[in-house]
């Protein structure tokens, strides 16, 4: 992509409102743009980040053998009748009537509408064990929206909903989800703890959560010093983090620290909750069972703000390369009146194109500052800089954003440098 052919509208000043330094380089760097409270506007650059989040998710998902589906936003409010959450779900959930006076929720999360996808096409053991999943924009009515994109009324969940037979299979399949969860989170390249938690209106015997640590996290979090044992101290009978740091580990191993996180994730072992309540069934030596569920929940837009959360500094962003917008950032200095420096950075931004390289190139008749500043906010992992010198002899200077690390390299060696 080019400069020149984008939308590129970075601002000068941080945003003061902004309280959240994610936030404050979302704005920024022009990647989200609010409509009202906690709803927001993707932009070119924002989009892009998010797809990238997605994709990781979405093939992690598919090895793990997930089926992905598209379920309706708008939801009937009898279901939620039959599994007794419109009473029990509280102000998030937002209703409406359509012209014939029915009610609906916009869907805050699926699970009644996949039961009731389950009762349709799981009629036998054969159709079991089964996960479902969608990537698909999810509504809450939040108390407090802020932080952005971190806790937005309107924002994108990957959420997953799995089917088995009994209690040891549903037990496997939330084993293998942990699994593909760790690997979704590994491969984005994020320093996450797995913990324990509070399964709260979703329901169910036993959940667990994954918390991108950060100082900025809403959420506290309690490890043992001597075991694995880690928990959400929502969990926890104590509640003020000052007497809990130091407290004897409830598992009788160590004492606990404290850390901050960002929930990113959280898993669930459903047992027969909505089954129960809404009449999943299959038949198992001739008498009906009930389908035990699980249901796997990601923050797919919360990602995007997390990772900034933890990838940061004075200049802007580093992204994960993962999750990178672009590979890399050519940056063209005084090329005015340059003709052959700009055939030698147009040549080295096609070549890189044909070699499937994601490269931005800045051909902006602007100086070289304002370059480098908007390349440093956008968190591109490398920058390629071309002048009058590197150009008269064939050359490209490589900077390493995360260190500013430096290295000339021939023209001829940059695609070999990037495939490798
Ligand atoms: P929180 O405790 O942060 O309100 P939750 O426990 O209500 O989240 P879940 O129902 O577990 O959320 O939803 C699955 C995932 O969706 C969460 O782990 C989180 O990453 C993401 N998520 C939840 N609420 C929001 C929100 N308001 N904005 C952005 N992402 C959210
Ligand atoms: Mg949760």
Redesign the pocket.
Known sequence: MKASLYHFKTLRDTPSDAELISHKLMIKANMIKPIASGIYTWLPLGTLILKKVENIIREELNRGNCLEIIMPLVQPKDLWDQSGRSKEYGPELLGFKDRNKRDFYLGP?HEEIITEIAKKEISSLKDLPKIFYQIKDKF?D?IR?RFG?????E?L?KDAYSFDIDEISMHETYSNMKNVYKNIFDRIGLDYRIVSADS?S?GGDKSE?FHVLADSG?DTLAFSNKSDFAINIELLDEKDPKKISGMPSPDGNGNLNLKKGI????IFQLGTKYSKSMGLTVQKDNVLQEIFMGCY???V??IVAAAIEQNFDDDGILFPESISPFQCYIILINQRDNPQLNSEAEKLYLELKKNDIEVFFDDRDLNPGVKFRDANLMGVPYQLVMGEKTADNQTVELIKRIDQQKEVLKLNEIINKFKS
Do not use: D, L, N, Q
């Open positions: 999360t809450r939040e929206p994109v971190m806790r937005a009324r924002f969940m709260g979703i959560e809403e929930e990113v994730g959280h929940g990601i923050g837009s919360r």
